[in-house]
């Protein structure tokens, strides 16, 4: 405890190492005055902690605000090109449509039609429903054409290179056409298939339709 001339050895024990381990060196000096003075060393040493304790407060304040602020800057940084690039992203989007949009053909319910240079082309494949790894009987029919050109078939994906995958077909009547084929299930389970029609010497048309897997 605290004595009226000096402090107890007791106490000065027991602030000896917080002293130490708290206080600049040139603030040990004006402690170890203080010893012989209980009036001065008791505001000096609640003043020296209060000290510690507010750099150490500022400090870790600042540390969450270092941290805090990089968090912002990153957030920031991957967000505003997204916010930025909305219009060209809703333009990429509009141009680049999903294959399902696409379709214009319910090929599982019955032949499809398109009008094409003054010529009705019907296109219709057996047997349904259509699937994906079966044989295919693919049949087109040509209305308002005379002495048309055998056409052909060319099956491939939206947006995909599959390859050729061509099916020939052959008169079997006037203006009907048909021919064998298969339809491959594609590794992405994506089932939208466009039959390309090609008529010689006149041009092409498209079926955009769905197969089952």
């Given at each position: ?138 049949e087109v029919t040509v209305s308002g054409g005379k002495g048309t050109t055998a056409p052909y078939i060319d099956l491939g994906m939206p947006g995909m290179n599959m390859g050729p ?49």
């Open positions: 405890m605290l004595h009226s001339g000096r402090l107890s050895s007791t106490t000065s024990e027991i602030f000896d190492p917080i002293i130490k381990a708290n206080v600049r060196s040139d603030q040990k000096v004006h402690i170890r005055i203080a010893w012989s003075n209980p009036d001065l060393y008791k505001p000096l040493i609640r003043s020296t902690l209060w000290d510690k304790f507010m750099n150490q407060g500022v400090k870790r304040m600042l540390d969450r605000f270092r941290i805090y602020a990089w968090k912002f800057l990153v957030l920031i940084v991957v967000c505003l090109p997204m916010v930025v690039n909305q219009g060209a992203l809703r333009e990429v989007m509009a141009a680049d449509p999903s294959p399902e949009s696409l379709i214009n053909c319910d090929i599982q319910q019955g032949p499809c039609r398109k009008e094409f240079s003054g010529m009705t082309v019907t296109l219709d494949i057996h047997p349904k429903p259509v699937k994906a790894m079966k044989d295919l009987k693919f995958n061509r099916v020939e077909l052959r008169r079997v009547k006037d203006n009907v056409f048909e021919g064998q084929g298969i339809i491959v299930r594609c590794p992405s389970g994506r089932r939208t298939w466009i039959a390309t029609v090609t008529l010689p010497e006149v041009g092409k048309v498209e079926f955009v339709f769905d197969v089952i897997y």
